[in-house]
């Protein structure tokens, strides 16, 4: 009976929502073990939208954005590739490339990604310049079983992390929807205005796990 209290008691605490307005992720080395692991509040998606902030001074490969599932270890990935200085999302398993983007080291970059399994059309968002859209992937839904990790890339369903792959940096208002958002809900977002929040990923009531040397701390470090 105590037993059962304790567990609980346990799944209670790691299932209550946070708000982490105005806070971010902290990831201050470079491991292949440090992550977050955010709770999907819905699985199954048609259509995908996903929203956020990263700062880093890496110049090699990292994962921004991990979604895997059973049937795909890349059913929504965004990870920025040196070789071909282009984020790169993958959705489904299958591959795009946005080159020419302003990737600036050390400073904050927004980054909202819209897809759609009917059109199967790709969009990349960064700091509010929309990207043309892509064909990548149609005809067949994100399907259940979804792990989401920030900070490491998974080659398998909520594992095969490599550090070559890491995020080292800052990462804040991470938001998933599960549908496309419309351009001024995007500028809404980037501009930090008050925006309809994720209702699949939800910055202000965010279900997480943190495994390793991830940080919480304010986001607002400099003097205003
Ligand atoms: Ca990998």
Known sequence: MRFLLLLVMLTACAATPQDLSGKMFIFPQETSTANVRLTASRQGFGAVTVCHRSFTDLKRDHALFSLATRSSAND????????????????????????????????????????????????????????????????????????????????????????????????????MWDYTLSPCEIRRYVDELNFTPGNVLNWSALEFQITGRVLIEDKQNLCS
């Not at 199967?120 to 994100?142: M, R």
């Open 76 to 175: 929504f990935m965004i990870i920025w590739e040196e070789a071909n200085k282009g984020i790169a999302p993958h959705i489904k398993n299958t591959k795009t490339e946005y080159k020419g983007l302003d990737y600036k080291s050390n400073m904050w970059h927004s980054i909202c990604t819209t897809w759609d399994s009917q059109s199967g059309l790709v969009q990349l968002w960064f700091d509010g310049q929309p990207s043309i859209k892509k064909f990548i992937s149609s005809g067949s839904d994100i399907s259940v079983s979804t792990i989401i990790i920030l900070g490491q890339e998974q080659d398998s369903h909520g594992g095969g992390f490599d550090l070559k792959q890491s995020f080292s940096g800052m990462m804040s208002d991470v938001h």
